[in-house]
Protein backbone atom coordinates (compact mmCIF):
# COMPACT_ATOMS: atom_id res chain seq x y z
CA UNK A 1 0.00 0.00 0.00
CA UNK A 2 1.47 3.49 -1.24
CA UNK A 3 1.27 6.52 0.72
CA UNK A 4 -1.27 8.97 -0.76
CA UNK A 5 0.03 11.88 -2.14
CA UNK A 6 -1.99 14.55 -0.17
CA UNK A 7 -1.00 12.11 3.38
CA UNK A 8 2.49 12.24 2.56
CA UNK A 9 2.65 15.80 1.91
CA UNK A 10 0.39 16.74 5.15
CA UNK A 11 2.77 14.45 7.23
CA UNK A 12 5.86 16.49 5.70
CA UNK A 13 4.89 19.38 6.53
CA UNK A 14 3.62 18.79 10.27
CA UNK A 15 7.45 17.72 10.56
CA UNK A 16 9.08 20.59 8.87
CA UNK A 17 6.78 22.68 11.28
CA UNK A 18 8.21 21.03 14.36
CA UNK A 19 11.65 20.90 13.67
CA UNK A 20 11.82 23.97 12.26
CA UNK A 21 9.93 25.78 15.29
CA UNK A 22 7.65 27.71 13.24
CA UNK A 23 4.42 28.33 14.98
CA UNK A 24 2.84 30.27 12.12
CA UNK A 25 3.97 26.95 9.81
CA UNK A 26 2.68 24.43 12.81
CA UNK A 27 -0.92 26.12 12.91
CA UNK A 28 -1.40 25.98 9.53
CA UNK A 29 -0.61 22.10 9.30
CA UNK A 30 -2.82 20.74 12.18
CA UNK A 31 -6.88 20.43 12.13
CA UNK A 32 -8.40 22.20 15.01
CA UNK A 33 -8.76 20.68 17.02
CA UNK A 34 -5.78 18.23 16.77
CA UNK A 35 -5.20 14.94 19.30
CA UNK A 36 -2.35 14.54 20.89
CA UNK A 37 -0.67 12.06 23.50
CA UNK A 38 1.19 13.22 26.18
CA UNK A 39 2.58 12.38 29.90
CA UNK A 40 -1.11 12.90 30.97
CA UNK A 41 -2.20 11.17 28.17
CA UNK A 42 -4.57 11.91 24.72
CA UNK A 43 -6.51 14.75 24.19
CA UNK A 44 -7.75 17.78 22.07
CA UNK A 45 -5.73 20.67 21.77
CA UNK A 46 -6.40 23.84 19.42
CA UNK A 47 -3.50 24.75 16.61
CA UNK A 48 -2.52 27.58 19.04
CA UNK A 49 -1.69 25.22 21.58
CA UNK A 50 0.25 22.44 19.07
CA UNK A 51 1.91 25.80 18.12
CA UNK A 52 3.14 26.77 21.49
CA UNK A 53 4.07 22.86 22.35
CA UNK A 54 6.42 22.81 19.30
CA UNK A 55 8.12 26.35 20.43
CA UNK A 56 8.73 24.71 24.15
CA UNK A 57 9.73 21.28 23.65
CA UNK A 58 12.42 22.23 21.47
CA UNK A 59 12.26 18.15 19.71
CA UNK A 60 13.60 17.06 16.38
CA UNK A 61 12.28 14.49 14.53
CA UNK A 62 13.57 12.50 11.74
CA UNK A 63 10.99 10.32 9.39
CA UNK A 64 12.54 7.37 8.97
CA UNK A 65 10.25 5.03 7.24
CA UNK A 66 6.23 4.90 6.52
CA UNK A 67 3.71 2.71 7.41
CA UNK A 68 0.48 3.45 6.04
CA UNK A 69 -2.26 1.43 7.55
CA UNK A 70 -5.52 3.10 6.35
CA UNK A 71 -7.58 5.87 4.98
CA UNK A 72 -5.65 8.63 6.18
CA UNK A 73 -4.11 6.62 8.88
CA UNK A 74 0.07 6.01 8.44
CA UNK A 75 2.32 5.35 11.23
CA UNK A 76 6.04 7.09 10.77
CA UNK A 77 9.09 5.56 12.58
CA UNK A 78 11.03 8.23 13.46
CA UNK A 79 14.42 9.57 15.61
CA UNK A 80 13.20 11.71 18.36
CA UNK A 81 15.89 14.12 19.94
CA UNK A 82 14.99 16.45 22.45
CA UNK A 83 17.32 19.80 23.99
CA UNK A 84 20.07 18.56 25.65
CA UNK A 85 20.40 14.99 24.39
CA UNK A 86 23.06 13.67 22.06
CA UNK A 87 21.93 11.13 20.46
CA UNK A 88 18.65 10.07 18.77
CA UNK A 89 16.19 8.14 20.64
CA UNK A 90 13.72 5.68 18.34
CA UNK A 91 10.33 6.18 18.57
CA UNK A 92 6.45 6.07 16.11
CA UNK A 93 4.07 8.28 15.56
CA UNK A 94 0.11 7.51 14.28
CA UNK A 95 -0.75 10.62 12.08
CA UNK A 96 -4.00 10.53 10.90
CA UNK A 97 -4.93 13.08 8.69
CA UNK A 98 -8.15 15.05 7.09
CA UNK A 99 -7.87 16.52 4.00
CA UNK A 100 -4.37 18.53 3.69
CA UNK A 101 -3.92 19.02 7.58
CA UNK A 102 -2.98 16.67 10.47
CA UNK A 103 -5.56 15.76 12.79
CA UNK A 104 -4.25 13.50 15.10
CA UNK A 105 -0.48 12.83 16.12
CA UNK A 106 0.23 10.42 18.75
CA UNK A 107 3.69 9.03 19.89
CA UNK A 108 4.65 5.73 20.72
CA UNK A 109 7.90 4.36 21.60
CA UNK A 110 8.09 2.09 19.54
CA UNK A 111 6.57 0.63 15.62
CA UNK A 112 4.87 -2.41 17.00
CA UNK A 113 2.38 -1.09 19.24
CA UNK A 114 2.11 1.98 17.55
CA UNK A 115 1.24 -0.12 14.61
CA UNK A 116 -1.17 -2.34 17.05
CA UNK A 117 -3.17 1.04 17.34
CA UNK A 118 -3.33 2.56 14.07
CA UNK A 119 -4.77 -1.25 12.74
CA UNK A 120 -7.28 -0.92 15.80
CA UNK A 121 -7.86 3.28 14.62
CA UNK A 122 -8.34 1.55 11.12
CA UNK A 123 -10.58 -1.41 11.74
CA UNK A 124 -13.02 0.38 13.88
CA UNK A 125 -13.11 3.59 11.54
CA UNK A 126 -14.26 0.93 8.81
CA UNK A 127 -17.48 0.19 11.01
CA UNK A 128 -18.69 3.32 11.90
CA UNK A 129 -21.68 4.31 10.27
CA UNK A 130 -24.02 7.16 11.74
CA UNK A 131 -27.29 6.47 13.67
CA UNK A 132 -30.10 6.92 11.28
CA UNK A 133 -32.79 8.91 12.80
CA UNK A 134 -36.16 9.64 11.19
CA UNK A 135 -36.26 12.09 8.24
CA UNK A 136 -32.28 12.63 8.45
CA UNK A 137 -32.97 15.01 11.34
CA UNK A 138 -30.89 14.01 14.81
CA UNK A 139 -33.24 15.32 16.81
CA UNK A 140 -36.82 13.94 14.87
CA UNK A 141 -38.95 12.44 17.10
CA UNK A 142 -36.36 11.45 19.78
CA UNK A 143 -36.11 13.11 23.15
CA UNK A 144 -32.63 12.93 25.31
CA UNK A 145 -33.45 9.96 26.92
CA UNK A 146 -34.15 8.17 23.57
CA UNK A 147 -30.79 10.21 21.79
CA UNK A 148 -28.67 9.06 24.94
CA UNK A 149 -29.45 5.20 24.39
CA UNK A 150 -29.71 5.54 20.94
CA UNK A 151 -25.98 6.95 21.07
CA UNK A 152 -24.80 3.97 23.37
CA UNK A 153 -26.81 1.50 21.02
CA UNK A 154 -24.46 2.78 18.11
CA UNK A 155 -21.23 2.60 19.77
CA UNK A 156 -21.82 -1.17 21.72
CA UNK A 157 -22.49 -2.51 18.72
CA UNK A 158 -18.63 -2.01 17.39
CA UNK A 159 -17.82 -4.22 19.70
CA UNK A 160 -20.63 -7.00 19.95
CA UNK A 161 -19.32 -8.19 16.85
CA UNK A 162 -17.33 -11.94 16.02
CA UNK A 163 -13.48 -11.72 15.38
CA UNK A 164 -10.29 -10.53 16.57
CA UNK A 165 -11.75 -6.71 16.78
CA UNK A 166 -14.21 -7.92 19.17
CA UNK A 167 -11.49 -9.95 21.13
CA UNK A 168 -9.90 -6.83 21.96
CA UNK A 169 -12.49 -4.41 22.69
CA UNK A 170 -12.86 -7.24 25.65
CA UNK A 171 -9.72 -6.89 26.05
CA UNK A 172 -9.70 -3.32 26.62
CA UNK A 173 -12.85 -3.53 28.76
CA UNK A 174 -11.36 -5.84 31.42
CA UNK A 175 -7.68 -4.19 31.39
CA UNK A 176 -10.00 -1.30 31.87
CA UNK A 177 -11.51 -2.78 34.83
CA UNK A 178 -9.02 -4.30 36.47
CA UNK A 179 -7.13 -0.66 36.08
CA UNK A 180 -10.29 1.38 37.71
CA UNK A 181 -10.14 -1.16 40.78
CA UNK A 182 -6.41 -0.85 41.54
CA UNK A 183 -7.04 1.60 44.59
CA UNK A 184 -8.16 -1.62 46.14
CA UNK A 185 -5.63 -4.18 48.22
CA UNK A 186 -6.42 -7.03 45.62
CA UNK A 187 -8.74 -7.06 42.69
CA UNK A 188 -10.14 -10.63 42.02
CA UNK A 189 -11.92 -11.93 39.47
CA UNK A 190 -15.25 -11.46 41.35
CA UNK A 191 -14.27 -8.13 41.77
CA UNK A 192 -13.74 -7.77 37.71
CA UNK A 193 -17.12 -9.56 37.36
CA UNK A 194 -19.09 -7.05 39.78
CA UNK A 195 -17.22 -3.84 37.76
CA UNK A 196 -18.10 -4.91 34.40
CA UNK A 197 -21.62 -6.49 35.20
CA UNK A 198 -20.79 -10.23 34.10
CA UNK A 199 -21.32 -13.32 35.89
CA UNK A 200 -18.21 -14.79 37.06
CA UNK A 201 -17.56 -17.29 34.54
CA UNK A 202 -17.68 -14.47 31.33
CA UNK A 203 -15.45 -12.39 33.66
CA UNK A 204 -13.29 -15.39 34.33
CA UNK A 205 -12.78 -15.99 30.83
CA UNK A 206 -12.10 -12.79 29.68
CA UNK A 207 -9.29 -12.48 32.29
CA UNK A 208 -8.18 -15.64 30.85
CA UNK A 209 -7.74 -14.24 27.56
CA UNK A 210 -5.58 -10.69 28.17
CA UNK A 211 -3.52 -13.09 30.67
CA UNK A 212 -2.83 -15.25 27.44
CA UNK A 213 -2.24 -11.38 25.47
CA UNK A 214 -0.18 -10.36 28.14
CA UNK A 215 -2.31 -7.26 29.27
CA UNK A 216 -3.37 -8.95 32.75
CA UNK A 217 -1.45 -11.33 35.20
CA UNK A 218 -2.68 -13.53 37.91
CA UNK A 219 -1.00 -14.07 41.08
CA UNK A 220 -2.41 -15.89 44.63
CA UNK A 221 -3.98 -13.07 46.52
CA UNK A 222 -2.19 -11.52 49.61
CA UNK A 223 -4.80 -12.01 51.96
CA UNK A 224 -5.68 -16.48 50.80
CA UNK A 225 -3.12 -17.54 48.80
CA UNK A 226 -6.54 -19.97 47.47
CA UNK A 227 -7.49 -17.14 45.69
CA UNK A 228 -6.34 -15.65 42.32
CA UNK A 229 -5.53 -11.76 42.24
CA UNK A 230 -5.49 -10.48 38.94
CA UNK A 231 -3.05 -6.88 38.52
CA UNK A 232 -2.68 -5.05 35.19
CA UNK A 233 0.84 -5.42 32.97
CA UNK A 234 2.79 -2.76 31.29
CA UNK A 235 1.49 -4.05 28.02
CA UNK A 236 -1.89 -3.91 29.78
CA UNK A 237 -1.26 -0.24 30.61
CA UNK A 238 0.01 0.13 26.49
CA UNK A 239 -2.61 -1.00 25.32
CA UNK A 240 -5.18 1.41 27.79
CA UNK A 241 -3.41 4.22 26.92
CA UNK A 242 -3.56 3.48 23.24
CA UNK A 243 -7.30 2.72 24.34
CA UNK A 244 -7.49 6.57 25.60
CA UNK A 245 -6.10 8.05 22.53
CA UNK A 246 -8.46 6.47 19.80
CA UNK A 247 -11.49 7.37 22.44
CA UNK A 248 -9.99 10.80 22.12
CA UNK A 249 -9.52 10.76 18.48
CA UNK A 250 -13.18 9.31 17.94
CA UNK A 251 -14.12 12.62 20.14
CA UNK A 252 -12.65 14.84 18.17
CA UNK A 253 -13.63 13.41 14.82
CA UNK A 254 -17.33 13.64 16.02
CA UNK A 255 -17.20 17.05 17.10
CA UNK A 256 -14.85 19.26 14.64
CA UNK A 257 -17.58 22.15 14.51
CA UNK A 258 -18.03 22.57 18.13
CA UNK A 259 -16.26 25.34 20.22
CA UNK A 260 -14.11 24.42 23.04
CA UNK A 261 -16.67 25.73 25.67
CA UNK A 262 -19.18 23.44 24.09
CA UNK A 263 -16.66 20.52 23.95
CA UNK A 264 -16.04 21.56 27.56
CA UNK A 265 -20.16 21.92 28.76
CA UNK A 266 -20.66 18.47 27.38
CA UNK A 267 -17.62 16.95 29.17
CA UNK A 268 -18.94 18.50 32.60
CA UNK A 269 -22.48 16.81 31.36
CA UNK A 270 -20.90 13.31 30.84
CA UNK A 271 -19.35 13.49 33.91
CA UNK A 272 -22.32 14.82 35.91
CA UNK A 273 -24.52 11.33 34.13
CA UNK A 274 -21.83 9.54 34.85
CA UNK A 275 -21.71 10.50 38.85
CA UNK A 276 -25.73 10.06 38.80
CA UNK A 277 -25.09 6.54 37.07
CA UNK A 278 -23.02 5.47 40.15
CA UNK A 279 -25.20 6.39 42.59
CA UNK A 280 -28.67 5.04 41.24
CA UNK A 281 -26.61 1.65 40.77
CA UNK A 282 -25.74 2.36 44.66
CA UNK A 283 -29.01 3.08 45.61
CA UNK A 284 -30.77 0.01 44.07
CA UNK A 285 -28.58 -2.84 45.50
Same mark, same amino acid.
Given at each position: #?????? &?? $???? +??? *???? %????????? $???????????????????? @?????? #????????????? !??????????? %????????????????? +????????? $??? =??? !?????? =?????? @?? /???????????? %?? /?????????????? +????????????????????????????????????????????????????? #????????????????????????????? &?????? @?????????? =???? &? !????? *?????????????????? @???????
Amino acid at each position: #MGIPER &TG $AAVA +RWH *AAVN %DKDPAAARL $AVCDPIVVNGPKGAGSITPD @EFADWV #MRSGIELRARSWH !PVGDGVTVVEQ %DARWPGDTGWTPVATVF +RTTGDRVSA $ALR =FPD !PHTALE =FARLHA @EL /AATETPPRTPHG %DP /AAGAGAGQALFQFV +RHWSRRWNTDGALAERGRDVQVTEAVHALRGRPQVTVNDVAAELAVDQSGASR #MVAHAVERGYLATHPAPADARCRAVSLTD &TGLALL @EAAHSWQESV =FASL &T !PDWTE *AERAEFHRAMLRLLGRSA @ELLTEGR
